[in-house]
């Protein structure tokens, strides 16, 4: 495996079309860090348990450890810092600091991705349904305990303001094309 | 055809079996076949007598779909044990079959409702039996330049009782070892027929032929399945350094009857207390 | 739409007590944070380590040529390149001390023997990670294997394979901890109760991994960027290994991504890493992975304990003794702190009699061993409370009775033990409320009502039990930490301290202290930690001390900031002292609009060339203290679980738990809990989860997080936190440190309920963890594996 080729990829990145000179071997996680310089995502384990390269793709929060950059060609990617504000913090970013759902933030950009997805599926999940979707996350810090209560309270939050449901977490100016799944033909 | 052309290639569907051994470096391939790009492999197809879904269909699809629930309901039971969210993303129904992987739950389902596996190579395509298909520890029967296409599961009458049981040390772990159930009463009540499927003893899935003898014909009750079940306590089954035989024989014994009593208790439309470990 | 949010949601006050949202999140929640991978230097080159696959073995032959030709590698190491910027090979003992033998800590690059599997014999240096992991599967080295030793009840036996054959003995120290007339205790007691108990090996495993990042630039100084929890202790040793002065190092911690212990050590990579920028005048940079992890960050829990307790009529404890062996692995880098802080905490929070503990620390061919969180306090509690719940049974005597009549009084403290800890002074518990916390916690779980709903359970079929169990944690260890308090001519408060941020919010807890003092806002206060440059001494971020030892210091040396700002500004505003108050970052008269603020007071202190400073007063607006002390502040947690017991898969679901927690005066109860839920559910790791297997030729075989499990979001109830106060006495906040405390009873608890849910088959639990199969062995077969 010495020689890797190199491809030209053209995808969506946070709202952005951008084109990239990739080398086929490069997993996206790599990728988006060295590459594309967005370091919030993070890499815990590289085999596809840990959950803090957790980033979405085509809507769907995946594992970017176990993706090859390659694969997003012609796809939407949204990690971390597209699920932010230009400054200050989305809804669900401001229940995590209320109810100190992190503590070295490691594995919290990967857990902020899960839970949009949660959340866009589900605007009222229950702790049981939260918990169903930090399994797969590990973190080694929090106990899992207060990210529930930030989940809950962010729901609410979306729930009792409509008009910043509409943009489900993701920030003006950031247009996400979010693909449903398949439903039966 | 790229498959037959290239030495050392593997394809790469959901990859989230695939990719872990790549990076920790346990598998040295020299081409990957990424077939993501075959959007017209990720469907389901309500072909009446039988479910068609396409190779490259996500597990979350499937774990969506209103038709499965209503025609094969041990496969959306079973879906919920496989991985995690994030997993179930990108994971395929075929990625999951061609991986054949002995404690995982989407073999197990294709056993249950007989699938039958739509191969393609560049001589053309051929149909297998899920008996044809999986043959040792994690080896299907594909040759190096043949794809898995399609699966075509059969199911069982209308109102059939099934049940997924396992147990593993966490939510989405790899089940130590699985059971799925399919069974129907007959108008008295008497068991006419039943399908037990076992994962996680032996190197593929293991059809209880001997349990289901004793069951057919039977009037349900959990002294019966106490009763066919004890034998399974004898099984000779895997062995690793952390999950000795005689767990898992213990293990099927008595997700057996919690898996056959789950099973009856659907037939009469009844929820019963599932007790999931 | 979103929130434009420039502070955080306001609770309450920014003081002391207050449950303020931490100063650290923004930064995190928006992945802008900062961990050492994050650091991109031009021109960095990056590094990958050839590890033995042997447990024990002689190095022959290392061939690298075909590496060398990879494009892209641009050098592979040995330990004998090395040695050329290497004023010796051998790391130095992190606590250094006369009592242990010579020759035990690590190498750079083993040079000769390799005694673990894990254990970096070469690294090779490229353009990227991926060349240089191609590159090290190309180096060829010849072994020649030697027997080895996998288990440390090995160690002793007659005829045990040396563990490194430059060591006289397996036995890497043998010490006894004793105190009172213990065959006295024995010969009268009215019930001894007897049992051999273990913990085993499991690590630390921050989510962030280890990684070091170091750069020569110009070949005179040398920065290095750690994910570490001592950066001075770091820099000391990069400057004595790679014989530099001091002033010209500079170790930065980053964002630290989790420590627990794992992160308190200076190791051979980091060194090794740091040689290689200055062989190649380039940055280099390694980032350990989760593979690396699991054969070469240090490891702990591993201990085998046969122990006896005497108890006279009434229950009361006369006396414990017994044997413990403690598996160090191959190396000891640091100390034995921990089989020390094992052997010296068994009794805890209760009075015993007499005491007589002989430790064996022996040594194997694993991974070393350092502490991981709780540091020998989770392996002593487990001891104590097992056997407790042991004499419970045997006497009849219910459990909470049996702790009841012998745990130390509150109206007895501080209660001085007769144990001394290593420096030669008792141990004192300084404060507490233990039995109150106790029936607290019991109320709250509703114990009483328990042995019904115990039965109704059974009555479904149903098997559940409540457990409890206590634990005291040493926590503030000295000498000191570093604290400077500094407001700058524009007005900027900052703190700068020796103390390290690894997550548990030390930013905003130091913040707090400040800002109460000051009276600024919180959020307002620059907390610099972790950075070499700013402070001249430090020790760093373990044991639970720098809410005690940091926030002494901050707190005095606020304290002093304040003063001066008073004097100064009573000069300045002609007003006396008692009529100032300090607010929002002014000094004001009480009840005028007349003020000054902490930024003119500073600017005043800077000075003018020609001018006198303000009489009476230094000059800067600016203090330093390194508050002192021996003592350890001792916190308390009593915890209560209830757990459902699955007697055919051999699973276990904790239905509920319930902790309290004393750890005195809490600067921001918020991050507290945080970090008891952390601490209960790496002690949930440790009670059911996490066993690292080593085989019989010393092969890790748990290597991913497939096979070592932690705990998850689903395997986890809520947990309740009850609080009681206890201020230390021995320190000027009264508080006691809290981010080891929430894992040193778990275990016990835990093990107390499953016995409880499985008292028909009257077993005791006596080796931890407890896997599903274990457990079934317990209820088939009595405990003995068929």
């Known amino acids: ?185 | 055809m790229l498959l037959g052309q290239c030495q050392n290639a593997k394809v790469l569907a959901g990859g989230q079996s695939l990719m872990p051994m790549m990076n920790y470096r346990l598998v040295g391939i020299d081409h990957l076949i990424d077939i993501n790009s075959l959007v017209e492999l990720d469907f389901i197809k309500d072909e009446k007598s039988f479910i068609e879904f396409g190779s490259m269909v996500r597990q979350y699809s499937i774990a969506k779909s209103d038709l499965v629930s209503k025609r094969l309901p041990l496969m959306s039971e079973a879906i919920q044990y496989v991985g995690h969210m994030q997993t179930r993303n990108r994971g395929t129904l075929g990625g999951s079959l061609s991986h054949f992987d002995p404690s995982a739950e989407m073999p197990l389902v294709a056993y249950s409702y007989d699938a039958q596996l739509v191969v393609l190579n560049v001589r053309g395509s051929r149909v297998l039996s899920m008996a044809e298909f999986g043959q040792d520890f994690m080896t299907t029967a594909l040759e190096g330049d043949e794809l898995l296409v399609a699966i075509r599961m059969s199911p069982w009458p209308e109102g059939h009782g099934y049940s997924f049981v396992e147990f593993a040390r966490r939510h989405g772990d790899f089940a130590i070892v699985s059971v799925a159930t399919l069974m129907t009463l007959d108008a008295n009540g008497f068991i006419d027929r039943v399908s037990i499927h076992l994962g996680g003893v032996a190197a593929t899935p293991l059809r209880l032929t001997e349990v289901e003898a004793e069951l057919l014909g039977q009037q349900p009750s959990e002294a019966l399945f106490v009763k066919v079940s004890q034998p399974l306590s004898k099984l000779d089954a895997l062995s690793d350094k952390l999950y000795p035989s005689w767990y898992r024989a213990r293990l099927a014994q008595s997700l057996v009857v919690r898996s056959l009593t789950a099973a009856q208790a659907r037939c009469l439309n009844i929820e019963s207390v599932e007790s999931h470990s | 739409m979103t929130i434009e949010v420039d502070r955080a949601p306001v609770h309450e006050p920014r003081v002391i007590g207050a449950r303020a949202p931490r100063v650290e999140d923004p930064k995190l929640l928006t992945g802008q944070g900062c961990f050492v991978d994050d650091i991109q230097l031009p021109n960095t080159l990056y590094a990958a380590f050839v590890r033995s696959p042997h447990a024990h073995a002689l190095i022959g032959h290392i061939d690298a040529s075909k590496a060398l030709q990879l494009p892209g590698v641009r050098a592979i190491y040995t330990a004998k390149e090395l040695e050329s910027v290497l004023v010796k090979l051998r790391m130095p003992l992190g606590f250094p001390t006369t009592a242990l033998p010579q020759n035990i800590t690590p190498f750079v690059l083993c040079p000769k023997e390799v005694c673990f599997v894990g254990e970096a014999l070469a690294v090779v240096v490229a353009e990227s990670r991926h060349i240089a992991e191609d590159a090290a599967e190309l180096i060829e080295v010849t072994y020649e294997p030697l027997p080895m030793v996998h288990d440390c009840r090995q160690s002793l036996e007659p005829n045990a394979p040396s563990v490194r054959l430059e060591s006289p003995s397996n036995e890497l120290n043998h010490f006894k901890v004793t105190y009172g007339e213990i065959d006295h205790a024995f010969a009268q007691a009215h019930c001894v109760v007897k049992a051999s108990m273990s913990t085993h090996r499991g690590a630390a495993h921050p989510i962030e991994g280890r990684g070091v990042l170091a750069d020569f630039s110009g070949q005179a100084e040398l920065t290095v960027w750690s994910s570490t929890q001592m950066s001075h202790d770091l820099r000391q040793m990069l400057s004595e290994l790679l014989g530099l002065n001091e002033d010209r190092v500079r170790v930065i911690a980053p964002d630290v991504g989790g420590g627990f212990g794992c992160k308190f050590l200076v190791y051979p990579e980091e060194i090794a890493v740091a040689a290689c920028a200055k062989l190649l005048a380039r940055p280099v940079k390694w980032i350990e992975d989760r593979s690396e992890h699991f054969v070469s960050s240090i490891q702990e829990r591993e201990q085998f304990w046969d122990m006896e307790m005497a108890l006279g009529l009434d229950a009361q404890i006369l006396g414990i003794r017994g044997q413990m062996l403690h598996d160090q692995g191959a190396y000891t880098p640091q100390g034995i702190n921990c089989p020390y802080n094992a052997a010296t905490g068994v009794t805890g929070p209760y009075k015993v009699g007499a005491y007589h503990l002989e430790v064996s620390v022996v040594q194997t061919n694993k991974v070393p061993t350092i502490p991981v969180r709780g540091a020998g306090y989770p392996e002593a509690a487990f001891v104590m409370e097992r056997l407790l719940d042991l004499a419970s049974v045997q006497m009849g005597i219910g459990r909470e009775h049996i702790r009841a009549k012998n745990l130390v009084p509150k109206a007895q403290m501080p209660y001085e033990k007769q144990i001394k800890n290593r420096a030669g002074a008792p141990i004192i518990l300084d404060s507490g409320d233990y039995l109150h916390c106790q029936e607290m916690v019991l109320k709250h779980i509703d114990f009483e009502g328990f042995k019904t709903r115990q039965r109704q359970a059974k009555d479904q079929g149903r098997y559940i039990g409540l457990g409890f169990a206590h634990g005291v944690k040493g926590t503030g260890r000295g000498p000191f930490e570093s604290g400077t308090v500094k407001v700058s001519p524009a007005g900027q408060v900052s703190v700068y301290t020796g103390a390290l941020a690894m997550g548990q919010g030390l930013k905003t807890a130091l913040a707090q202290i400040c800002a109460e003092q000051l009276g600024v806002s919180a959020a307002d206060v620059e907390v610099v930690c972790g950075d070499t440059r700013f402070v001249t001494m430090g020790l760093g971020g373990f044991a639970s001390r720098q809410t005690v030892t940091a926030g002494s210091s901050v707190h005095l040396a606020a304290i002093q900031v304040k003063k001066k700002a008073l004097k100064v500004a009573s000069q300045i505003l002609e007003a006396s002292e008692d009529d100032l108050e300090l607010r929002d970052g002014f000094v004001k008269i009480k009840g005028t609009d007349k003020q000054l603020s902490l930024g003119e007071i500073s600017r005043k202190l800077r000075g003018v060339p020609g001018y006198a400073l303000p009489p009476g007063v230094e000059a800067g607006l600016e203090y330093s203290e390194h508050w002192q002390t021996e003592v350890l502040a001792y916190s308390h947690s009593f915890h209560a679980c209830e757990v459902e017991v699955d007697v055919q898969t051999g699973g276990v679901k904790l239905l509920r738990y319930v902790a309290s927690q004393d750890s005195g005066k809490l600067i921001n109860p918020m991050i507290v809990e945080g970090q008891l839920h952390g601490g209960i559910t790496h002690g949930i790791g440790n009670a059911l989860f996490e066993f690292m297997g080593y085989d019989e030729q010393a092969q890790p075989f748990t290597t991913t997080f497939a096979d070592y499990l932690l705990p998850t979001a689903t395997e986890l109830p809520e947990f309740e936190i009850l609080f009681h106060e206890s201020p230390s006495p021995f320190n000027p906040l009264g508080v006691k440190g809290v981010g080891e405390s929430g894992t040193v009873p778990v275990v016990a608890t835990i093990f107390s309920a499953i016995d409880d849910a499985l008292k028909d088959w009257k077993i005791h639990l006596k080796h931890a963890p407890l896997s599903p199969v274990k457990l079934l062995e317990e209820v088939l077969f009595q405990g003995v594996s068929p």
């Open chain 1, 1 to 185: 495996m010495n020689s890797s080729p190199l491809k030209t990829i053209s995808f969506q990145l946070n709202g952005k079309t951008i084109q990239e000179e990739v080398q086929s071997r490069l997993n996206l996680a790599d990728f988006l860090r060295q590459q594309c310089h967005l370091t919030g995502t993070h890499v815990g384990c590289e085999h596809g348990v840990c959950g803090a390269c957790t980033v979405m793709v085509e809507g769907r929060a995946v594992r970017s450890c176990l993706m090859l950059a390659v694969q997003v060609d012609q796809k939407a990617v949204v990690t971390v810092e597209g699920i932010s504000p230009a400054s200050g913090l989305s809804v669900l970013q401001e229940s995590f600091w209320a109810e100190h759902g992190l503590q070295c933030g490691f594995c919290t950009p990967g857990v902020l991705i899960s839970l949009t997805q949660l959340l866009i599926d589900n605007s009222s999940p229950s702790p049981e349904e939260i918990r169903d979707v930090l399994s797969g996350h590990l973190c080694r810090c929090t106990g899992y305990q207060n990210i529930v209560k930030a989940c809950m309270l962010a729901a609410k939050r979306l729930r009792e303001t409509p008009d910043l449901a509409q943009s489900i977490l993701i920030p003006q100016g950031h247009k996400l094309t979010v693909i449903e799944g398949h439903h039966d033909h």
